[in-house]
């Protein structure tokens, strides 16, 4: 198995950059617009892309408020079926730093790689969202 892991300071605080991960305004604000969250532990949460062309199913399986949050893939894709999108929030002198670990991968593919690349950048707009208030989702369909 396989992970792949992002880290990033915000300058926010930790309960600013929880709420852009762990609500469903809040991953509309850099992610999908189209998202769609029970936030629960045991709630689901769907992801869809280009016009739903492409819908990521997940439960939340952990919530630390403040701190962490991991959601469980039930897939649409089958290389994401069975993984975890984990975000964990550490206090910083500046703010915060988000780490974000997308576990479970069986083999580093090509689609593994270009999804790797992919959060690198959402991590940026994940920023960018909670440090200006400014919503720009990747996806807008």
């Not at 290389?79 to 069986?106: D, K």
């Amino acid at each position: 198995m396989t992970d792949l892991f992002h880290s990033i300071p915000i300058s926010a605080s930790p309960k600013d950059v929880y709420a852009a991960i762990a609500t469903q305004n809040g991953m509309r604000g850099w992610w999908t617009r189209d998202t769609m969250m029970d936030e629960k532990v045991g709630g689901t949460a769907d992801f869809g892309f280009d016009k739903r062309a492409m819908v990521f199913r997940m439960r939340i399986k952990s919530m630390e408020s403040g701190n962490a949050l991991t959601l469980m893939c039930s897939g649409e894709h089958p290389e994401w079926a069975g993984t975890t999108l984990e975000w964990s929030i550490v206090p910083a002198q500046e703010g915060a730093v988000l780490n974000f670990c997308h576990r479970g991968w069986r083999d580093i593919t090509p689609f593994a790689a270009s999804c790797n690349s992919m959060w690198g950048r959402l991590m940026f707009r994940l920023k960018q969202f909670v440090e200006t208030k400014k919503p720009e989702p990747q996806w807008t369909e």
